[in-house]
């Protein structure tokens, strides 16, 4: 079975402060990982996938992130916050082995509040 | 990216009422699409998998008479909240599976049972 820990259900940063949200998973099969990012009412947006190849996977508005298996992490920063990225932050494993089916399982989620 | 419509974006039903939610994939066909359900300030949770021309896959714990899918059609998935009740008012969201395996989520659906 997979499952997604995010460490710290709020983090508050001030504007131009880095963001780091974190994101641990477990998974029996090599994980496909991903960040999604939800303002208020709205639905999920993708910032960013860890499939195979590169550890270090750059995403939309500045978002990184970086998979790390010994550590079974799979990280969110950005160096430098901006008022438009505070929103409700979603890391979510899956696998393509479960039927072809691409089950996404959610972690609780990380709300960021950035201050000026 | 691809872009997947929900509608209506939110509804305001009375208990024992049965309300029908739309997912469409605009541009794209999905064989495979997904219903979430969202409490507030929680996660998304699984609910189903919809399959077009076939039966839904339903997760542990949800009612499969309570919460009908329907996919119809590539582009088509709809959820219907049987006999609603307050319990069940929460955001709804869809996501539709694209033919290199990424999913694009709907905006959302807010019920509303009063």
């Known amino acids: 079975a997979q499952s997604v820990t995010q460490l710290g259900s709020h983090v508050s940063v001030s504007e131009g402060a880095l963001v780091l949200l974190r994101c641990n998973y477990s998974s029996s099969v090599p994980p496909y990982l991903f960040w999604y990012v939800q303002y208020p009412n709205q639905g999920l947006q993708l910032l960013l996938k860890y499939t195979t190849g590169a550890t270090l996977v750059k995403g939309i508005n500045g978002f990184e992130a970086e998979f790390k298996k010994s550590e079974t992490s799979f990280h969110l920063t950005k160096p430098s916050a901006h008022m438009s990225d505070a929103a409700e932050y979603f890391c979510?494993?899956?696998?393509?082995?479960?039927?072809?089916?691409?089950?996404?399982?959610f972690g609780a989620g990380t709300r960021l509040a950035v201050h000026p | 990216g691809a872009v997947v419509s929900q509608h209506p974006s939110w509804v305001i039903c009375k208990s024992g009422t049965s309300v029908k939610i739309e997912c469409r994939s605009l541009d794209f066909q999905a064989t495979t699409m997904f219903w979430y359900r969202q409490f507030p300030k929680q996660s998304l949770m699984l609910m189903a998998t919809s399959n077009e021309g076939s039966k839904a896959t339903y997760e542990q714990g949800v009612e499969k008479d309570k919460f009908l899918i329907n996919h119809a059609s590539l582009t088509l998935s709809t959820l219907t909240v049987t006999s609603a009740h307050p319990e069940d008012s929460s955001f709804y969201i869809c996501?539709?599976?694209?033919?290199?395996?990424?999913?694009?989520f709907g905006p959302g659906t807010r019920l509303t049972v009063l």
């Open positions: 979510a494993v899956s696998d393509m082995f479960s039927g072809g089916y691409n089950k996404l399982i």
């Open positions: 996501s539709a599976r694209t033919s290199y395996n990424e999913q694009f």
